[in-house]
């Protein structure tokens, strides 16, 4: 018994030990911690999209980058699939999300956001010999999306959420394509995207746009609850919008402010 004791109290002094061995490992990894990792769907041109060397670049990046600098704030942007983009908030493996980010109520519950930064709206995005004149007129045409935007949403309100025409795709880029060939009648996304998409095939493509389509505000998101990190982002807005640099960033994409 006695024996027992003492191999027992070896044993939580052996432990203690090696715990005490990893201490410093664990402050160096929450000293890594002070970059904070800032996630995006970057195949959303021009807001965000990936060159050959794997930089990330766009509109939101030079926003997120010009916020960050006026708040002190260290940030490493990641590519991250839209699908999963939402939770990767949740499980701390991202801190940061900018990436065209529609603030909606649903959205709300489950992430915080920033004062809005950017205003857009849903397009429709056709072939240039299509009949289509009006977003009713798709009651019975293949809609393509990129699954769970704010396109999907209206798709799904028009259409049904369950109906197959509805074809949904891991990125805008993807819907574009299938419009190209021919897959569906119409894309529905944010005009922004579409009309960059346009920009390069005039020739293939038209668009309308349709009064029921409400105004879209895009935030920064952060996880529920990090008010801190969110006053930091505010404030850099704030800022940055104050100064010009937030104008002059627009300008580098979208030209002159209307
Ligand atoms: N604004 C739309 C939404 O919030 C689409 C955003 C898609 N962004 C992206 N980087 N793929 O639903």
Redesign the pocket.
């Not at 509109?59 to 939770?87: C, H, M, Q, Y």
């Not at 529905?188 to 029921?212: E, H, Q």
């Not at 952060?222 to 006053?231: D, F, P, W």
């Given at each position: 018994m006695k024996r027992l004791q003492l191999a027992f109290v070896l044993l939580l002094a052996l432990t203690s030990c090696t715990k005490k061995a990893e201490t410093p490992q664990g402050d160096a990894s929450s000293q890594a911690k002070s970059e904070l990792v800032v996630g995006?769907?970057?195949?959303?041109a021009p807001?965000?999209s990936e060159s050959a060397d794997k930089t990330v670049h766009g509109f939101?990046i030079d926003v997120i980058k010009a916020v960050a600098e006026k708040s002190g704030l260290k940030i490493r942007v990641i590519n991250t699939p839209?699908e999963g983009?939402f939770s990767q908030l949740q499980s701390g493996d991202r801190d940061i999300l900018i990436?065209?980010?529609?603030?909606?109520d649903e959205?709300k519950k489950v992430m915080d956001f920033s004062e809005p930064y950017f205003e857009?709206v849903q397009l429709i995005a056709l072939p240039a010999t299509s009949k289509i004149t009006k977003f009713d007129d798709l009651k019975n045409s293949k809609i393509g999306v990129?699954t769970?935007?704010?396109?999907?949403?209206v798709a799904s309100r028009l259409l049904g959420k369950a109906n197959a025409n509805i074809k949904r795709f891991e990125?805008?880029p993807l819907a574009l394509e299938e419009l190209e060939n021919g897959g569906v009648d119409a894309v529905v996304?944010?005009n922004g995207?579409v009309n960059n998409f346009l920009a390069n095939n005039p020739k293939t493509f038209k668009t309308i746009s349709d009064p029921s389509f409400s105004k879209?505000h895009?935030g920064i998101a952060v996880k529920k609850g990090n008010a801190e990190l969110l006053k930091k982002i505010n404030d850099g807005l704030a800022a940055i919008k104050a100064d010009g640099t937030y104008d002059r960033i627009f300008k580098t994409y979208f030209g002159e402010k209307k």
């Amino acid at each position: 018994m006695k024996r027992l004791q003492l191999a027992f109290v070896l044993l939580l002094a052996l432990t203690s030990c090696t715990k005490k061995a990893e201490t410093p490992q664990g402050d160096a990894s929450s000293q890594a911690k002070s970059e904070l990792v800032v996630g995006t769907d970057a195949a959303y041109a021009p807001f965000e999209s990936e060159s050959a060397d794997k930089t990330v670049h766009g509109f939101d990046i030079d926003v997120i980058k010009a916020v960050a600098e006026k708040s002190g704030l260290k940030i490493r942007v990641i590519n991250t699939p839209w699908e999963g983009l939402f939770s990767q908030l949740q499980s701390g493996d991202r801190d940061i999300l900018i990436s065209a980010i529609t603030i909606n109520d649903e959205r709300k519950k489950v992430m915080d956001f920033s004062e809005p930064y950017f205003e857009a709206v849903q397009l429709i995005a056709l072939p240039a010999t299509s009949k289509i004149t009006k977003f009713d007129d798709l009651k019975n045409s293949k809609i393509g999306v990129q699954t769970g935007t704010t396109g999907d949403e209206v798709a799904s309100r028009l259409l049904g959420k369950a109906n197959a025409n509805i074809k949904r795709f891991e990125g805008t880029p993807l819907a574009l394509e299938e419009l190209e060939n021919g897959g569906v009648d119409a894309v529905v996304a944010d005009n922004g995207v579409v009309n960059n998409f346009l920009a390069n095939n005039p020739k293939t493509f038209k668009t309308i746009s349709d009064p029921s389509f409400s105004k879209e505000h895009y935030g920064i998101a952060v996880k529920k609850g990090n008010a801190e990190l969110l006053k930091k982002i505010n404030d850099g807005l704030a800022a940055i919008k104050a100064d010009g640099t937030y104008d002059r960033i627009f300008k580098t994409y979208f030209g002159e402010k209307k």
